[in-house]
């Protein structure tokens, strides 16, 4: 069963810097590219960046500037460097792996860390 961790959510000022982690474990064969996804109250789930094998990144472009996405292949686990920080950056952040394991390749999730910009 493979599982997807977030961590490293909670209160921080606007300006302010988080980083968050998402740890990846059990049977994994391969990971294909990871990403994060947020979604704030009453809105849709929306890409925030991803990262391929590789280390190619795509950025939304509301957090190109502002946010870095880096992954340590070696622990299976992908970060979110977010700085400036705003009340819009509000929600529960999603990480995504795209995994090969011994059933074959999917989609996971993790259950989401929230973030919350406020003064």
């Known amino acids: 069963q493979v599982q997807l961790v977030e961590s490293g959510g909670g209160l921080v000022q606007p300006g302010g810097s988080l980083r968050l982690s998402c740890a990846t474990s059990g049977i994994i064969f391969s990971i294909y590219a990871m990403g994060w996804y947020r979604q704030a109250p009453g809105k849709q789930r929306e890409l925030v960046a991803a990262i391929t094998s590789g280390g190619s990144t795509n950025y939304a472009d509301s957090m190109r500037d502002r946010f870095t996405i880096s992954r340590d292949n070696a622990k299976n686990t992908v970060y979110l460097q977010m700085n400036s920080l705003k009340p819009e950056d509000t929600a529960v952040y999603y990480c995504?792996?795209?995994?090969?394991?011994?059933?074959?390749?999917?989609?996971?999730w993790g259950k989401g860390t929230l973030v919350t910009v406020s003064s």
């Open positions: 995504n792996g795209d995994i090969r394991t011994m059933t074959g390749r999917g989609d996971y």
